[in-house]
């Protein structure tokens, strides 16, 4: 028995994500050019870390794994970047941000081969701690390594370069920065709205539904894992040359932690939401340490829980409804139409 069509009113609550996406986007185009190069700086940083956020949201959002672990992703990339720059001369963009998006990746597959793919499925809480001592032990032996510098990392990375020409940070880096992290929107956002991205949505609701239906939950979790691990090796690489060092804190809980408050504020399940939260926490956090030197971490940080507290699903809630994340399950739409809906039938945002 097929679905009636959805409602006028749900059809058009369905276009608000991309009316978002497509603001958010001509918003960084213009942005830049009214700022001056310390802020455009700032900028690039922050459309970096999108990345960074974004990796977490691809395993949160749509999987339902709790990882602290992303910095290691991130961080490993950058320092891979920093001694293929420094070590191997290797310093174009065509071909380290491929090799540290690899990195990512293989780390990514390696740490879920540990965690995830075991006789008995992981519990929540089991990989949330794994991802959480690998991030702690990372940022331990990062400090102790002196071949990477130690305490101090690697400083004064060659400039990353395409075609010979050597990207700056400035309007040039912001706005390939910027293309990098579109380019890895659009593929996670296709790869999410397939039938592998229904899975995962299947998954978050429900392992046993899964399961039951044929699929490997272990296997699905360890590839969006690992998908998840190359967009944050991919970012990792962008801010190592950008910064022109790396150090121990790249690859520690701080900064996995970081990325869960991104998409915490911004909204999990609908990518725009974490690229959202990082802009939204690294804009406050620059306006609040310019003008309340001492106690902005505490503003920060009271309104972050006001937050996540009266708005759990994020700021992204405010103008974008439940249906609106991708594989979200129309729970709400059965119950109040269930003359239209056969019993049981699911719809993939």
Known sequence: MSAKP????????RRVLPLIEIALLAVALLVPWGLEDY???????TVILALLAMSFDLVWGYAGIMSFGQSVFFGVAGYAAAVLARDGGLTSAFIVLPVVTAIGALLALLLAGLLILGRRPASMIFVA???LA????????????????GQNGIPSIPPLTVQGHELLPGLQFYYV??????AAYLVCRWIVRSPFGLALAGLRESETRIAFLGYRVQHLKAIVFSLAGAVAGLGGG??????????????GVVLGTQAVL??????TGTLIGAVLGTVAIEVLSFALADRFQDSWPILLGALLLGVVLFRPAGLISLLAGERERVGTFDRHVESSRNHEY????????
């Open 177 to 182: 920065a910027l293309m990098v992290l579109v």
């Open 342 to 349: 056969p019993v049981g039938s699911t719809h993939a945002s």
């Open 262 to 267: 991104y998409v915490l504020l911004g909204g």
């Open 134 to 149: 690998a991030a702690y032990a990372c940022e331990r032996l990062a400090r102790g390594w002196n071949l990477i510098g």
């Open 6 to 13: 959805y409602p006028s009113g749900i059809l058009r609550s």
């Open 39 to 45: 802020l455009v700086a700032l900028a690039t940083k």
């Open 129 to 131: 701690l794994g991802t």
């Open 238 to 251: 962008l801010y190592a040359f950008h910064e022109g060092f790396v150090w121990p804190n790249m690859l």
